[in-house]
């Protein structure tokens, strides 16, 4: 049994965030939460997802699983404004999902979780830790895509702050954000360089206002950041592109 109420707006986001990453989820629900992982095919991005309790308005669950299909939840999303809330409830002997917005009901046909993978989130204690604002970060990003001839963008944090870089053959754009107006905590400079459009896809769609970015050398980036005042919880995971010597 799986019978819930959220706002839309926080329904929206939760469905941006995992749908720059995979089109099909499954949802694990359980009596005080529920989760969501997933790894893009390429196996480049992961995501994790954790979903408390009182991020919804109401909420009643027993343990199950039930596999999404992205494209349908967000054509559904689309017919709820800023103020809406959005009622949702499994049958489980259908295996439909009713998803109510107003005066408008749309039951949908589950994806079979025994197709959608489970992915185990790498546990990795990385020593650079510096959170950025999130405007910051999209100028970064505009800056960084004016670069027509490359794909990759290298992050770097050091004791004089957080800096996004990418360079081509002959054009190179930059963002610094000195130590000073940082929250940081590092036990020595740290870069890598990773996929310019996965980081792009994610950072455009985060909805707060602070990002915290955790890395090393030559392994995968963290960026977490919660939403639903607090109660969703989300770690996005991207790989490193190795550099040559």
Known sequence: MFKAEIKSETFKNLMSV????????????????L?????????????????????????EADETEIGLDLDKIRSVLKLAGPNDTICMEHDPDQGLLTMVIGNIERRMALVD?????????PKVDLPASVKVRLDQLQKGIRAAESVSDTDHIKIEVNTEGFELSCSGDTDLASLKVPASELEMSIEGAVHSMYPLDYFSNIVKVIPSEIVEIQLDVDYPVKLLFD???????ITYLLAPRIENE
Request: glycine fraction near 4%; avoid cysteine; charge should be negative.
């Open 18 to 33: 995992i749908s720059t990453v995979v089109d099909e989820v499954k949802m694990t629900i359980h009596p005080d939460s």
């Open 35 to 59: 989760t969501m992982k997933a790894i893009d095919p390429a196996h480049v991005a992961m995501i994790d997802t954790v979903v408390e309790k009182d991020a919804f308005i109401s909420y």
């Open 113 to 121: 979780t025994g197709s959608l993978s489970d992915p185990k989130v």
């Open 227 to 233: 939403l639903a005042d607090g109660h969703a919880h």
